[in-house]
């Protein structure tokens, strides 16, 4: 590809003329064409199309057979902006997606840094750490409904040290931070293993020659391992985020988005707008503006760390 690249430049500026090399560059980018067009139609199949189609669902009304569509144009999102309830869903959203990823990077980044020394049980400790990744959603949500019911475990634990008990999943103020809790220990592995891999691609020797003039372990983590880790952290931070936005299983399994509509997340009402009610076009409409959310997301989170890292 070098090679084809230089003929390719050198025939731009008029300093090769057509010849069999020229034309054998013609051809491997043919190859290449021809290479990722099952790719490109894998990917608009599935990615492509069923984000136009979900665009067209939007300006609709009706049920999924093209009989039963009509067009109504803007109004499915006229009736977001005016619904007091779908902008409760949003600040529950925007509540539930800081609470979670802030912590969801903290934690791994700290443990991360500790793991990384030659500590006993460290491989132990690495795997114990990643348990949750790969546990079953559903399997954990049920498990902290468990723990968190009236009469669970949590609350008698609260009474053993003689602290009132608190109804977690029946409270409009409780019931968020259990799904808050939730999701920061189901990514807790996942973020950690992210950041242990950062922290082998960062050279001894920096740390080396930063103790050599004086730094203690505060300065060489700001000035060391944070900027080592740039890549990482724009890594983390969009995967988080994503995960963060796209909840669902532990809202289905643990709240159902009550008490009084408290825990009911972006995707949870979108499901229930679809599947529930059966207003596909305004469901739509809301899914819509969550695709649109995660992309300015994610573009604001990738344009904030574009700099490149300290080498």
Same mark, same amino acid.
Not at 128 to 140: D, E, G, N, Q, R
Not at 152 to 179: E, K, R, S, T
Not at 231 to 239: E, H, K, Q
Not at 254 to 270: A, D, E, H, R
């Given at each position: 590809m070098i090679a084809a690249d230089a003929l390719s430049i050198l025939k731009s500026q008029n300093l090769l003329p057509d010849s069999r090399l020229s034309r054998l560059l013609d051809r491997d980018e043919i190859a290449a064409w021809i290479f990722l067009t099952p790719a490109l139609i894998l990917l608009s199949i599935f990615v492509l199309y069923p984000i136009a189609?979900?665009?067209?669902l939007s300006f609709t009304t009706g049920s999924f057979t093209r009989a039963g569509v009509r067009w109504v144009g803007l109004r499915n999102y006229w009736r977001l902006v005016v619904s007091p309830d779908f902008w409760q869903v949003l600040g529950n959203t925007?509540? /539930?997606?800081?609470?979670? *990823?802030i912590p969801s990077l903290l934690i791994p980044l700290g443990l991360a840094v500790l793991l990384d020394r030659a500590i006993v049980l460290r491989g132990l400790l690495r795997a114990a750490y990643f348990v949750p990744s790969i546990t079953s959603l559903v399997a954990v949500g049920l498990g902290f409904r468990w723990l968190f019911q009236t009469d669970g475990p949590v609350n008698a634990g609260m009474n053993m040290l003689h602290i009132a008990p608190i109804p977690w999943l029946q409270d409009a /103020?409780?019931?968020m931070p259990v799904l808050i809790l939730l999701?920061?220990?189901k990514q807790l592995g996942f973020n950690l293993v992210v950041f242990l891999a950062g922290l082998q691609t960062i050279p001894l020797s920096r740390y080396e020659a930063a103790e050599l003039d004086g730094a203690n372990a505060w300065q060489k983590f700001w000035y060391i391992t944070l900027?080592?880790?740039k890549s990482t952290l724009v890594f983390a931070i969009v995967t988080t985020a994503i995960f963060t936005l796209r909840s669902f299983e532990q809202v289905y399994v643990i709240t159902g988005?009550?008490?009084?509509?408290?825990?009911?997340?972006?995707?949870?009402?979108?499901y229930d707008q679809a599947f529930a009610q059966f207003d596909f076009g305004y469901a739509a409409a809301a899914a819509t503006v969550l695709l649109a959310l995660t992309l300015v997301? *994610?573009?604001?989170?990738l344009k904030t760390f574009s700099e490149p890292e300290i080498k």
């Amino acid at each position: 590809m070098i090679a084809a690249d230089a003929l390719s430049i050198l025939k731009s500026q008029n300093l090769l003329p057509d010849s069999r090399l020229s034309r054998l560059l013609d051809r491997d980018e043919i190859a290449a064409w021809i290479f990722l067009t099952p790719a490109l139609i894998l990917l608009s199949i599935f990615v492509l199309y069923p984000i136009a189609y979900l665009c067209y669902l939007s300006f609709t009304t009706g049920s999924f057979t093209r009989a039963g569509v009509r067009w109504v144009g803007l109004r499915n999102y006229w009736r977001l902006v005016v619904s007091p309830d779908f902008w409760q869903v949003l600040g529950n959203t925007a509540y /539930f997606t800081i609470a979670t *990823v802030i912590p969801s990077l903290l934690i791994p980044l700290g443990l991360a840094v500790l793991l990384d020394r030659a500590i006993v049980l460290r491989g132990l400790l690495r795997a114990a750490y990643f348990v949750p990744s790969i546990t079953s959603l559903v399997a954990v949500g049920l498990g902290f409904r468990w723990l968190f019911q009236t009469d669970g475990p949590v609350n008698a634990g609260m009474n053993m040290l003689h602290i009132a008990p608190i109804p977690w999943l029946q409270d409009a /103020f409780w019931a968020m931070p259990v799904l808050i809790l939730l999701s920061i220990w189901k990514q807790l592995g996942f973020n950690l293993v992210v950041f242990l891999a950062g922290l082998q691609t960062i050279p001894l020797s920096r740390y080396e020659a930063a103790e050599l003039d004086g730094a203690n372990a505060w300065q060489k983590f700001w000035y060391i391992t944070l900027p080592g880790l740039k890549s990482t952290l724009v890594f983390a931070i969009v995967t988080t985020a994503i995960f963060t936005l796209r909840s669902f299983e532990q809202v289905y399994v643990i709240t159902g988005g009550g008490p009084l509509n408290s825990t009911n997340l972006l995707v949870y009402y979108i499901y229930d707008q679809a599947f529930a009610q059966f207003d596909f076009g305004y469901a739509a409409a809301a899914a819509t503006v969550l695709l649109a959310l995660t992309l300015v997301l *994610v573009y604001l989170q990738l344009k904030t760390f574009s700099e490149p890292e300290i080498k």
